[in-house]
Nanobody, 125 residues
């Protein structure tokens, strides 16, 4: 049984930094593409960042230069380091995993097999 568990969310002020973690179990972690998505109230779930099994990374334009995704295969954990946070970054952040996803599909949330329960990030102005 695959499980993804996010942690690290909370309330921060604009300009602050925060690191999210997602620890996986029940899968061969090193073989998986891992993504971070977020969903604000009343909005659709949107792509934030992804790290492939080969550690190649991709980011949405809205977070590029501020967020960094990384993985530690020994700990079965993917991280999202967020800096210079803005109020518009407020959302529930989800991690996702998929083994067979192709490059052209990495930004689509419907293309991932496994999801965590989400962690709330709130950025006050």
């Amino acid at each position: 049984q695959v499980q993804l568990v996010e942690s690290g969310g909370g309330l921060v002020q604009a300009g602050d930094s925060q690191r999210l973690s997602c620890t996986a179990s029940g899968l061969t972690f090193s073989r998986y593409t891992l993504g971070w998505f977020r969903q604000a109230p009343g909005k659709e779930r949107e792509f934030v960042a992804v790290i492939r099994y080969n550690s190649y990374t991709y980011y949405s334009d809205s977070v590029k230069g501020r967020f960094t995704i990384s993985r530690d295969n020994a700990k079965n954990t993917v991280y999202l380091q967020m800096t210079n946070l803005k109020p518009e970054d407020t959302a529930v952040y989800y991690c996702a995993a998929d083994q067979r996803i192709i490059l052209s599909s990495i930004r689509g949330p419907n293309n991932y097999d496994y999801w965590g329960q989400g962690t709330q990030v709130t950025v006050s102005s």
